[in-house]
């Protein structure tokens, strides 16, 4: 199966989860529900994700099926760089960029 990953689409999927989007998501948890979802309460729990996640865990499940593992590594002067590299029997080969956007095609 040949999948090809583009960059836009894994920042997508990476971008932080718990970054509020508006002043609504501000307010504190509450903590009876966290305490049920500690517990292993199924309800609580996806009443504690957030939107963002509901929304894209579709994508992140499909990235990771596609067995590629991504390492994060931020330098002194904070850039950041992604490494990716394919699991035994999964191969990433032919890495281009076009239109602002980077692509790698994985071959499991």
Do not use: W
């Not at 500690?38 to 609580?44: I, N, V």
Request: net charge negative; charged share 25%.
């Amino acid at each position: 199966m040949l999948n090809k990953i583009s960059a836009d689409r894994i920042q997508d999927v990476c971008r932080s989860p718990f970054a509020p989007t508006g002043p609504e998501e501000s307010g504190p948890l509450d903590e009876e529900l966290v305490a049920k979802a500690q517990a292993g309460d199924k309800d609580a729990l996806e009443r504690l994700q957030s939107e963002y996640i509901k929304e894209h865990l579709g994508s992140l499940k499909a990235f990771v099926n596609t067995g590629v593992t991504v390492s994060v590594v931020r330098d002194s002067e904070g850039d950041t760089t992604l490494y990716f590299r394919g699991r035994p029997g999964v191969s990433l080969f032919n890495p281009r960029y076009s239109s602002g956007k980077y692509a790698i095609s994985v071959l499991q």
